[in-house]
């Protein structure tokens, strides 16, 4: 079937917000904007659910389950409801951290640029934990850590986060409680991520995608180890390739490539608009990825452009919401892209 990218809704935020003050999850999308507000919103059709005042719009949003954090650059954590906007907590004093990620009653903060330690706060009471986490040497550059619930006989049962830094060509997954390892895996090369520090995607098989060097695409399975998926022919760019079935998506700076794993066979999506590459996101009938600034494109399974939309403002960052869903945050603006039957 036929599939079009329509705009739903568009959002003035009134400023740039950080591409990761956004976040969606519990069936509400939230964003920081205006400055010193964080809103929850109806992902649908972008009516305001609930609004809180935090200290700025140029930090990070994360939902958990029922919970929303906020991690603002003035390095205040807050944990509000995420569907009444019901503050539980706020807790001060956590600057240079950037990096959320919640495994079980556990937030993890830190590591980003190796500025700061990864530091643990009870997702409860926002308290700290007590005592230095064990994992990666202090100033190491850490990918964001990925959090992970981790069910076998065979190694162990638990919430546990991967671990990477770009220094050293491993992975490491830590018990989130204790920080003792459950797994550890020799790479090729070190992990390789951008700024923002997303290194991996999960494919729906549950393998988790990422780069190990600048052109070697891998795969964990935790359960069964690391392994090879692709070699590429020439330098990735530092961004997480996706993978769909037995397909790999690789996003680069003049294109996309398009790769079917059975058959070992490349397919280059023809020219593509000029412009940076961006992170690409699933969506139902293929995947979306940035071009140009203002255009998203829709690329099938046959590595064809099946339908491409300009937005309103240039894209920092694609959020995936469910496969008919799309969120596009950037330059003051957030819109949310529908695929639908054309």
Same mark, same amino acid.
């Not at 959002?11 to 976040?23: G, I, M």
């Not at 398009?258 to 023809?270: G, H, K, N, Q």
């Not at 690329?299 to 309103?312: D, F, W, Y």
């Given at each position: ?27 509400? @999308? ?5 400055? /010193?507000? &964080?809103?929850?919103? %109806?992902?649908? =059709? #972008?009516? +305001? *659910? ?58 993890? @903060? ?5 500025? /700061?330690? &990864?530091?643990?706060? %009870?997702?409860? =009471? #926002?308290? +700290? *934990? ?65 700024? /923002? ?8 098989? #549950? ?78 009938? #293929? ?56």
């Amino acid at each position: 079937m036929d599939q079009a990218l329509e705009v739903l809704w568009s959002r003035l935020l009134h400023v740039r917000s950080s591409p990761v003050a956004l976040a969606v999850g519990s069936g509400v @999308l939230v964003v920081a904007e205006r400055h /010193s507000r &964080l809103v929850g919103l %109806d992902r649908q =059709t #972008g009516v +305001p *659910l609930w609004e809180q005042e935090v200290e700025d719009c140029w930090g990070t949003t994360v939902v958990a389950g029922d919970r929303c954090l906020y991690l603002s650059q003035a390095g205040v954590l807050h944990c509000f409801d995420a569907h009444s906007g019901q503050r539980a907590w706020s807790t001060p004093k956590l600057r240079l951290r950037r990096y959320i990620s919640v495994s079980g009653a556990v937030a993890f @903060l830190g590591g980003w640029r190796g500025y /700061s330690p &990864l530091t643990r706060v %009870d997702l409860v =009471t #926002g308290e +700290p *934990l007590p005592g230095r986490f064990p994992g990666p040497a202090p100033g190491s550059s850490l990918a964001w850590p990925l959090p992970l619930r981790w069910d076998s006989e065979r190694t162990f049962a638990g919430d546990a986060i991967l671990i990477a830094t770009a220094e050293q060509a491993a992975l490491l997954l830590l018990d989130a409680r204790t920080g003792v390892a459950r797994g550890e895996w020799s790479l090729p090369a070190p992990v390789r991520f951008p700024d /923002s520090g997303i290194a991996f995607t999960v494919g729906d098989d #549950g393998r988790i995608i990422f780069l190990s060097g600048r052109r070697t695409v891998m795969a964990l399975r935790p359960t069964g180890g690391v392994e090879i998926l692709w070699r590429h022919d020439r330098d990735l760019p530092s961004l997480p390739p996706l993978l769909t079935g037995r397909r790999l998506w690789l996003a680069e700076e003049t294109g996309v490539t398009l790769i079917d794993l059975d058959r070992s066979a490349c397919t280059r999506v023809p020219p593509l608009p000029p412009g940076a590459a961006s992170e690409g996101v699933p969506v139902s009938g #293929g995947a979306l990825f940035a071009r140009a600034g203002h255009h998203i494109i829709m690329v099938n399974p046959a590595g064809e452009i099946s339908a491409r939309v300009r937005l309103p403002a240039r894209i920092d960052r694609l959020l995936n919401d469910g496969g008919s869903l799309a969120h596009a945050i950037g330059k003051g603006h957030l819109t949310t892209i529908g695929i639908m039957p054309h």
